[in-house]
């Protein structure tokens, strides 16, 4: 097959998906808020600034090399910030934590910059900060950027690990904050 065919087959692939039929945006919403899933305040900072944002859209991809991926919105303040520096932290928050999820989600109304007045930070081989009470944080570089729908699904090698005190992790489910 050549090149020009397998594009031919992409742009049929492409129109094929934008004809897909889904389900409305508020039963989709409300179906995925009884996934429940760990609470991140993934970190970014560097030449292009520093800045934080809670997440839950995050999941391992391999272990050799150690990889994950994390997705963020492209309207997302974060967003330039963290295309800039091509690092992020994974930093996964423990029960109790709730304060410092909403802080980084926005819910305070803190601003970017006096985010990080919640917590104790360091860093790791990123630069990008690491919550030191986090159950389990993943220091990463930027590998690979995909856009798919509204969000950047973004894959980063773990060059760094840093473990918390042993204890419980803050999760979401049906809209509200539990520990496991």
């Avoid at 039929?21 to 989709?28: A, H, N």
């Avoid at 919403?29 to 009884?34: I, L, V």
């Avoid at 919550?131 to 973004?154: G, I, Q, W």
């Amino acid at each position: 097959m050549s090149f020009i065919d397998q594009h031919d087959d992409m742009a049929g692939a492409f129109a094929a998906i934008a004809e897909l039929k889904t389900v409305d945006v508020k039963l989709f919403r409300d179906a995925m808020c009884r996934l429940g899933a760990a609470v991140h305040v993934v970190t970014t900072d560097g030449p292009a600034g520093k800045s934080g944002f809670t997440a839950t859209a995050v999941c391992s991809v391999s272990d050799s090399p150690a990889t994950l991926l994390m997705c963020l919105n492209r309207s997302a303040t974060s967003m330039p910030v963290l295309r800039g520096n091509g690092v992020f932290c994974v930093n996964t928050l423990r029960a109790g934590e709730e304060v410092i999820a909403d802080t980084f989600a926005g819910r305070t109304k803190t601003a970017r910059e006096e985010r990080f007045a919640s917590g104790q930070w360091t860093t790791l081989a990123t630069g990008s900060p690491v919550l030191l009470s986090a159950v389990v944080a993943f220091d990463c570089r930027v590998r690979e950027v995909k856009s798919v729908a509204s969000h950047d699904v973004y894959f980063g090698v773990v060059e760094a690990l840093h473990s918390g005190p042993a204890g419980a992790a803050l999760v979401y489910h049906d809209r509200a904050y539990k520990q496991v």
